[in-house]
């Protein structure tokens, strides 16, 4: 009578296991190369010469490396003082935001007042509205307040969105009162327990939104092309739009400035990405 071999349960989990996790590593390095693919396009197109972007078979790398692309791409617009506005106006930007969403967020969760839900309610409806809707209402507003060409034309008007305070609200209502009724006792006001109970527990829920509010206005193109009539006062997105001319595109040059301008949202996104997972996770779980 042969020996029959008996492979232990325990042994052929691990297996099944490791096996699940070899297939869920190579399907996340898929989608990342696929996701990466079009920055690295892009950074080695803006490495090419200008003759060398469009050829009949496409080629990777060019017939030299021009790294003069990025210096021409900086100094043949003033993309110094286009990164600087930017900059300006996103980081100013997203700081109001989380402002008022973090304010507006307290008192539709924690202040109770007539109406409060259906107004809350209305405020969400707001994110339906497309931004074509509104630019030209906001173009009147402020034209008449004579804010054209200015930061605060750039800033002010999308302060003031629903996103932020629907995000904000969904994780306040997942803290407990308790927390904020025992300093309501021990003689703090709803500003104090707001800074100091609060806030300390929505660390990654403000990185989320700091992040999105950041590349919001960075990226924003459509506003600033309505309101904004002088080169000085430019964004990025309208200084990109600047290597297209009458007489063609600059492709190297447009893909350099390009890979110049993802910088900054790639370094905010490095400095905060502990914070964004935390948030995306909790996001997932309920806010729990």
Request: proline share 5%.
């Amino acid at each position: 009578m042969s020996d029959v071999l008996v492979v232990p349960r325990r042994s052929v989990r691990r297996r099944r296991d490791s096996v699940k996790e070899w297939l869920n590593t190579t399907a996340i390095a898929i989608v990342a190369l696929v996701f990466a693919f079009p920055f690295v396009w892009m950074f080695l197109t803006a490495l090419k010469p200008e003759n060398e972007v469009f050829t009949a078979t496409p080629q990777i790398f060019g017939s030299e490396i021009r790294w003069t692309n990025f210096v021409e791409a900086w100094t043949v617009v003033p993309f110094g003082r286009f990164i600087l506005n930017g900059l300006l106006v996103s980081i100013l930007g997203a700081a109001l935001s989380v402002v008022v969403a973090v304010l507006s967020a307290y008192a539709f969760s924690r202040l109770r007042f007539k109406y409060r839900d259906k107004l809350f309610l209305l405020f969400v409806l707001t994110l339906v509205l497309p931004q074509e809707v509104l630019v030209v209402p906001l173009f009147i507003m402020i034209n008449s307040w004579g804010w054209n060409d200015s930061y605060a034309a750039l800033i002010i008007p999308f302060a003031f969105t629903a996103f932020g305070t629907f995000l904000m609200r969904q994780f306040l209502l997942t803290i407990p009162r308790e927390y904020e009724e025992a300093a309501l006792i021990d003689g703090a006001s709803r500003l104090r327990t707001l800074w100091s109970v609060l806030l300390p527990q929505l660390t990654a829920p403000l990185s989320v939104l700091a992040v999105f509010s950041f590349i919001g206005y960075w990226n924003s193109y459509l506003w600033p092309l309505i309101i904004i009539n002088t080169q000085d006062m430019a964004t990025v997105p309208l200084g990109l739009g600047m290597f297209t001319g009458q007489f063609g595109t600059q492709w190297s040059l447009l893909m350099a400035a390009s890979t110049l301008a993802v910088i900054p949202s790639l370094i905010l996104v490095l400095l905060l990405q502990r914070q964004l997972i935390k948030g995306v996770t909790l996001g997932g779980l309920g806010g729990r």
